[in-house]
Structure formats: structure tokens, C-alpha cells
T-cell receptor
Framework: EPEVTQTPSHQVTQMGQEVILRCVPISNHLYFYWYRQILGQKVEFLVSFYNNEISEKSEIFDDQFSVERPDGSNFTLKIRSTKLEDSAMYFC???????????FGPGTRLTVL | QKEVEQNSGPLSVPEGAIASLNCTYSDRVSQSFFWYRQYSGKSPELIMSIYSNGDKEDGRFTAQLNKASQYVSLLIRDSQPSDSATYLCAVPFGNEKLTFGTGTRLTIIP
């Protein structure tokens, strides 16, 4: 069964450093999302992406964040200058054209020291 | 502010019994509703989707939707220890982004 994959599974970085989180969507899916979950809190929407552009973003998704689909397969989330409060699980989710059902990847645990 | 509300639990249910999980949502025009299961440290895993009023059954799981009351529930029959997890209710408000509840932590007692 096709599934969303994410790399790395765990990323440790120093405050102020840039990180790039990668996602490989299910092959025929065209809608892509990033969510995050701070430990012990609810899953929060960050950004949605369709047709090579952002379709919606939350107030969390400020100028430090960016997304792109650099090569037609990967979907990436970049955090330019990480802060301590960026420590969280980051989940990529994808959906097909004819459905609003989103399938989640296994997540990347980001730890900012 | 559009909200999804769940009782955070913990909810403890004996093995073999029925577990009942509830969710309310604030946007009357919502059309689709999702239940995800999340094991500790793992990602949300889709359990059920429901779009129409009434019941939808899939194996041991039954989702129930009442749009007039803005209420959606998940029943798990013949509960197993492997069902112990946090169950997340999610609703796409307007656009396709999902708004999640805080989740209900379910423990099945052998």
C-alpha cells in the first residue's frame, strides 16, 4: 500500500540553524500539507500546497518557514533560523484529487537545543 | 474561532467492551469528518471518515454523525489492548486544512 515517507526521522539542531525536512508524497497525490505537534499538545496546521504554490498558511507559518517541491517528488519544509519553540513533531500529509482524505507520514522529530 | 472539542480522558474500558469516543465541532457547514488513531510518538493513522448523517461501520469501528447537533462519535466494539491509543477527531473547516481536537486517550484494560 502506498504511503507517505519523511526524512529524517529525528533532527537535532542548534538554535539559529537552518533545517530542511523532507517528505515524499503518495505518487498520485497533488495536495500537500505540513502539520506540527508540540509534545503533549494538539496537531496544528502549518501550510497547504497545491499546483506549486501555497494555498493556505496558518499564523504559525511566518517568514522563517518556507515550502517547496524542488524536483516533482519531494516536498520540503525549511525553517531558516530555528528557535527553541520550534521543537516538535512535524508531519507531512497528502491527499489525492478526488478526495479530502489526508494521509500522514511518520513524522520528523525536531529538537532545537 | 472554529473549534473541535473532545474529552481528553483518559478513558478506560475493559477488554471486549465497547469504547465510545465523542467529538463536537463549531462550524455548522462542515461536510466531512475524520477519526485518526495516534499511538504515542507516532503519526496520526486514519481510522474512519464520515460525510452523511447516521452510522458508518468498518469492522469493529462505527462512526456516527449528527450534523444538527454538530456531533460525531466513534464506537469501538470488542475492544482490544492494541486499541489503546489517542483518538483524534479532525474536521476540515472551509478549506481542506484539518483542525484537530486535543484527542481522547483510550486505555483498554486486559
Amino acid at each position: 500500500e502506498p504511503e507517505v515517507t519523511q526524512t529524517p526521522s529525528h533532527q537535532v539542531t542548534q538554535m539559529g540553524q537552518e533545517v530542511i525536512l523532507r517528505c515524499v508524497p503518495i505518487s498520485n497525490h497533488l495536495y500537500f500539507y505540513w502539520y506540527r505537534q508540540i509534545l503533549g499538545q494538539k496537531v496544528e496546521f502549518l501550510v497547504s500546497f497545491y499546483n506549486n504554490e501555497i494555498s493556505e498558511k496558518s499564523e504559525i507559518f511566518d517568514d522563517q518557514f518556507s515550502v517547496e517541491r524542488p524536483d516533482g517528488s519531494n516536498f520540503t519544509l525549511k525553517i531558516r533560523s530555528t528557535k527553541l519553540e520550534d521543537s516538535a513533531m512535524y508531519f507531512c500529509a497528502t491527499a489525492g484529487v478526488l478526495t479530502d482524505t489526508q494521509y500522514f507520514g511518520p513524522g520528523t522529530r525536531l529538537t532545537v537545543l | 474561532q472554529k473549534e473541535v472539542e473532545q474529552n481528553s480522558g483518559p478513558l478506560s474500558v475493559p477488554e471486549g467492551a465497547i469504547a465510545s469516543l465523542n467529538c463536537t465541532y463549531s462550524d455548522r457547514v462542515s461536510q466531512s469528518f475524520f477519526w485518526y488513531r495516534q499511538y504515542s510518538g507516532k503519526s496520526p493513522e486514519l481510522i474512519m471518515s464520515i460525510y452523511s448523517n447516521g452510522d458508518k461501520e468498518d469492522g469493529r469501528f462505527t462512526a456516527q454523525l449528527n450534523k444538527a447537533s454538530q456531533y460525531v462519535s466513534l464506537l469501538i466494539r470488542d475492544s482490544q489492548p492494541s486499541d489503546s491509543a489517542t483518538y483524534l477527531c479532525a474536521v476540515p473547516f472551509g478549506n481542506e486544512k484539518l483542525t484537530f481536537g486535543t484527542g481522547t486517550r483510550l486505555t483498554i484494560i486486559p
